[in-house]
């Protein structure tokens, strides 16, 4: 009797999405800060281009990384006709 579980994705497949989450956290790591200052005064920092542009495209990148790691099937698991 065999003890392994087949999954439903490869192992390759489970790699790249593991990446993927990884890339997506940094994204949503570098959205972190820029609130309010001591005294309750307004910090303009909140509409860094870090904050604004570049982390939401991290993250989308991620997510779509993400969907080619799901969608992505290995040359070994390809059925040739």
């Known amino acids: 009797m065999s003890n ?3 999954f439903a994705l490869p192992k390759k ?3 790249l999405m593991g990446i993927g989450f990884v890339i997506i ?3 949503f790591l570098l959205m972190l800060g820029g609130g ?3 005294n309750g005064a307004f910090n303009p920092e909140i509409f860094s281009f870090r904050r604004v542009t570049l982390a939401p495209m991290i993250a989308l990148f991620g ?8 969608a992505w ?7 040739s006709k």
Do not use: D, Q, R, W
């Open 4 to 6: 392994k579980t087949n």
């Open 13 to 15: 497949n489970l790699v």
């Open 25 to 27: 956290v940094i994204g």
């Open 36 to 38: 309010i200052l001591e």
């Open 63 to 70: 997510f779509l990384f993400e969907i080619f790691a799901i």
């Open 73 to 79: 099937i290995p040359k070994s698991e390809k059925i």
